[in-house]
């Protein structure tokens, strides 16, 4: 079975506090994702990477960076928390164009910040 | 853009119905479509995945159907339990297999 897993079920921060989520698959993946989902909102892609050290912007990245150095590792970072990013963040991996690229999620960490 | 809308949004039916659940998506260029499982304050566990050149997949009691050129998708879900009651979400991936564009999702209640 695939597994991805998440550093953090529930993370409390402080405004300005700089936050690193980490996120590992273990399934040799190419592309992993990182979401964040809020009441009427439904999912929105903050960013991805579909290789090592590769990565693009999705729907919101404003506020997010992001860091792929090794391919079953995806790290979001939080430059300097705000309250509006309280949110649950939710990790996932597919395997890429050409092996069904089904899209796996992690457990998701609830961040808030106060 | 791609757009998918999901309908309806929330469904509740007592145990043992056969039920529904609708995605739309805006584009028909796509690679695949996923359906999702959430339960309140978890991730999401994958239920079936379409490839864009199938019409249709099962698992158990559920079964997925595709319609690529009308743009929609339909997850049967055959007696349902309270166990099923959760939210369904459907996504699909662009033709590079990269980025999944989600539905709101149908919020499920199987009343015992």
């Known amino acids: 079975d695939v597994k991805v897993t998440q550093s953090s079920r529930y993370l409390v921060k402080r405004t300005g506090e700089k936050v690193f989520l980490e996120c590992v698959q273990d399934?040799?993946?190419?592309?992993m994702f990182w979401y964040r989902q809020d009441p009427g909102l439904g999912l929105r892609l903050i960013y991805f990477s579909y290789d090592v050290k590769m990565k693009e912007k999705g729907d919101i990245p404003e506020g997010y960076s992001v860091s792929r150095e090794k391919k079953e590792r995806f790290s979001l970072i939080l430059e300097s928390a705000s309250t509006n990013q309280t949110s649950m963040y939710l990790c996932a991996s597919s395997s890429g164009q050409g092996h069904y690229n089904e899209q796996f999620f992690g457990p998701g960490t609830r961040l808030t910040v106060l | 853009k791609q757009e998918v809308t999901q309908i309806p949004a929330a469904l509740s039916v007592p145990e043992g119905e056969n039920l529904v659940l609708n995605c739309s998506f805006t584009d028909s260029a796509i690679y695949n479509l996923q359906w999702f499982r959430q339960d309140p304050g978890k991730g999401l566990t994958s239920l079936l995945l379409?490839?864009?050149?199938?019409r249709e997949q099962t698992s158990g009691r559920l079964n997925a159907s595709l319609d690529k050129s009308s743009g929609r998708s339909t997850l049967y879900i055959a007696a349902s339990q309270p166990g099923d009651s959760a939210t369904y979400l459907c996504?699909?991936?662009?033709?590079?297999?990269?980025?999944?564009?989600f539905g709101p999702g149908t919020r499920l209640s199987v009343l015992p």
């Open positions: 399934m040799d993946h190419e592309n």
């Open positions: 996504a699909v991936s662009g033709n590079y297999g990269q980025n999944f564009v």
């Open positions: 379409i490839q864009s050149s199938q």
